[in-house]
């Protein structure tokens, strides 16, 4: 009885040594885990839940794989003279929605210029979703796509040459009352929208190797893949002038 006493009193301790271990010890802990960059070395430290500076890691989740995609796209953009075959690669991140998706590579069309190409997108949230990075390093296009906080893209434009909004999503009405008017003074901001209807028919056939043709003529874009040809408007929210007319891009 006695050595069976002392078993259970040790085996006692012992849990409650890695009770308090698991939650209080900074690999395990309550806090949240932040990573930053400290001359080349990554640091990790506690940091407070309303601390929304950095992505959270947790070391003990293991990250699900990016599913890629492989597009090229035979663009003949007739309203700004822009004829252009795009090949890429999309990598969509394991929370990124096929729409989401189909919405970046629409952006890639309709906002196409020399050096525009695909960013990290989800992985790295002080990125957009495209851009074209100048000689400086410098981002001299900043492309987002969705519907963004407008403090997200009144510090876009302080930052980047040019803003491109591809605006989209279920909740674009209320965005557009909520978020435009604070968009209003940004000069060097161009906000477009098409139909979120359009984007989920394109998404619900999406396939791992993407082969379009998009045309865009008077402000309409027309998606031709396979036997089927899907057609929106570009809508004109705000614009730069020389960028837009009062249906789409110019």
């Known amino acids: ?62 990250a699900l794989p990016s599913t890629i995609y492989r597009a090229t796209i035979q663009l003949a953009d007739t309203d700004r003279g822009v004829y252009e ?17 189909v919405a970046r590579l629409l952006a890639l069309a309709i906002f196409h210029e020399p050096g525009l190409s695909f960013t990290k997108g989800l992985s790295a949230a002080d990125e957009p979703d495209v851009w074209v990075v100048g000689p400086d390093g410098r981002p001299a296009l900043w492309v987002e796509v969705g519907l963004p906080d407008a403090d997200r893209i009144v510090k876009a434009g302080r930052h980047a040459g040019r803003v491109c909004l591809l605006a989209c999503g279920r909740a674009l009405a209320n965005w557009e009352q909520q978020h435009l008017p604070k968009l ?28 379009w043709s998009i045309t865009i003529t008077e402000g309409t874009l027309y998606l031709a893949m396979g036997n089927d040809t899907h057609e929106t408007d570009i809508l004109c929210k705000k614009n730069r002038v020389n960028r837009m007319n009062n249906r789409g891009v110019t």
Not at 39 to 52: E, F, H, N, V
Not at 87 to 95: C, E
Not at 203 to 210: D, K
């Open 1 to 62: 009885m006695g050595y069976a006493a002392h078993s259970f009193s040790h085996a006692a301790r012992l849990l409650s040594w890695l009770f308090l271990f698991f939650a209080f010890s900074p690999l395990t802990g309550p806090g949240r885990y932040k990573e930053i960059a400290d001359s080349g070395r990554a640091l990790w430290y506690i940091a407070p839940s309303s601390d929304s500076c950095f992505k959270e890691r947790n070391p003990f989740t293991m």
């Open 85 to 101: 075959s795009i090949q890429t690669t999309a990598a969509q991140h394991p929370s990124e929605t096929a729409e989401r998706l």
């Open 184 to 211: 209003a003074k940004i000069a060097n901001l161009t906000v477009a929208s098409i139909d979120q209807a359009f984007i989920a028919t394109v998404a619900s056939t999406l396939e791992r190797a993407i082969n």
